[in-house]
């Protein structure tokens, strides 16, 4: 979608406001008060320095947290709220209002993406970059899909699956460019995540760099924004605009956490803060839900202050081995948890008491996201690294 090379940069007069814009991108340092230079942020505008291609920084155990707690968010959303024959309200009470926010679990998961995969690329080529995604996405992913067709199809409670060849396409995770049908319908997100990827996959070819991905993040918020009145279905279908705050938010929190906080780069999170606010008006859940835009901004509101303070070093501290356990959880959870749990109430509600079949289904579900974790993602996830590195390898020697 939006590519801004270095050599592309607009010449501006020398003293002037746009000209001290333009010296903030490349010396991010200049904006920070005077503090001994650190290796990695020294020269963050030369591309592929030594410090700018050094190992990523170590994970933050606390966000594999905050990535399992969105997840629940979700679980409760679809669960809680799910096909219960009876106002969810009169049966869960206060955890059925709740679960009316729970959608903005989705959101909370983009806006950490943006941190997590600015992160995970930085020292990395393009080809380390795709083997790293694909491994990460597609072994648990493939579980889901066949787990929920195997269900629905065993079990047409909610809805049978879907025809063989839509099935079989959304193995390939592209089934919303192509205009299928998800067999799960929480699979839309990763429609998103890809593009996502697709777009940042520029800077890591490029060479990530502090300058680069500010321009990146900079020049996705314009179109993103603009692309509103284009009328150019195509862009926004590259672009995701409703949901690019968030993504472009998460990446600039990251460079924060990275190099320090500037104006520059407060001023990106919060334009995106305010351009995400403004969207939240448009969504058909907020009418669907009887909420009012002002609680659903104030939840919006509150995921940005947390991953800023995440950011700014709140929780360096935080180093609970079972944080880890937790993050690998999140994203097996997330692929079984709808379609196959709402099947399960579907079948089972008229047997079992409501709060007993809902904790049953959620802890079922997690425990067959541990095993998925466990004995698909660990073992299939590192053969498959193995043998695209090696298929990588045998491309460039050709």
């Avoid at 579980?143 to 629905?152: F, I, K, M």
Wanted: with cysteine; glycine share 8%.
């Amino acid at each position: 979608m939006t590519r801004q090379q270095e050599a592309s940069t607009p010449h501006v007069a020398r003293g002037g406001p746009a000209h001290a814009v333009t010296r903030a991108v490349q010396h991010p340092a200049r904006l920070r008060p005077a503090a001994p230079a650190r290796p990695e942020t020294a020269r963050p505008d030369v591309a592929a320095a030594p410090a700018e291609q050094a190992a990523p920084p170590r994970r933050l155990l606390v966000l594999d947290g905050l990535r399992l707690a969105a997840a629940l968010l979700v679980v409760a959303h679809h669960l809680v709220r799910g096909p219960w024959g009876v106002e969810p309200g009169s049966l869960f009470g206060p955890l059925a209002a709740v679960a009316s926010f729970g959608w903005l679990g989705v959101n909370l998961f983009f806006l950490i993406s943006g941190f997590v995969i600015c992160l995970s690329s930085w020292g990395r080529g393009l080809g380390e970059f795709a083997v790293s995604r694909a491994v990460r996405l597609f072994p648990a992913y493939w579980v889901g899909v066949v787990l929920t067709t195997a269900v629905l199809a065993a079990w047409p409670a909610l809805r049978g699956p879907l025809p063989a060849p839509e099935s079989l396409v959304n193995l390939t995770m592209l089934q919303s460019g192509l205009g299928v049908t998800d067999q799960d319908w929480s699979y839309w997100s990763l429609g998103a995540e890809l593009r996502f990827y697709l777009l940042f996959a520029i800077v890591v070819w490029l060479g990530v760099t502090c300058r680069r991905v500010v321009y990146f993040c900079t020049v996705w918020t314009l179109v993103a924004a603009f692309s509103t009145t284009w009328d150019q279905r195509w862009i926004d279908n590259m672009i995701v605009p409703e949901f690019a705050p968030y993504f472009v938010a998460g990446v600039a929190l990251f460079l924060i956490h990275r190099f320090g906080a500037n104006l520059l780069l407060w001023g990106l999170v919060g334009v995106n803060w305010l351009i995400a606010l403004y969207r939240l008006q448009g969504y058909p859940a907020l009418a669907h839900f009887h909420l009012d835009w002002w609680s659903v901004a104030a939840v919006v509101t509150g995921c940005f202050a947390l991953l800023a303070a995440i950011a700014l070093g709140a929780f360096q501290r935080v180093s609970w081995r079972w944080l880890t356990v937790a993050g690998a959880l999140t994203y097996p959870l997330y692929l079984i948890h709808q379609a196959i749990g709402q099947t399960l109430i579907l079948a089972l509600r008229d047997r079992v008491p409501h709060w007993l079949l809902l904790a049953g289904i959620v802890a079922l579900m997690l425990g067959v996201a541990w095993l998925v974790h466990r004995y698909v993602e660990r073992p299939l996830g590192g053969r498959l690294k193995r043998s695209l590195t090696t298929s990588l390898a045998a491309v460039r020697r050709g």
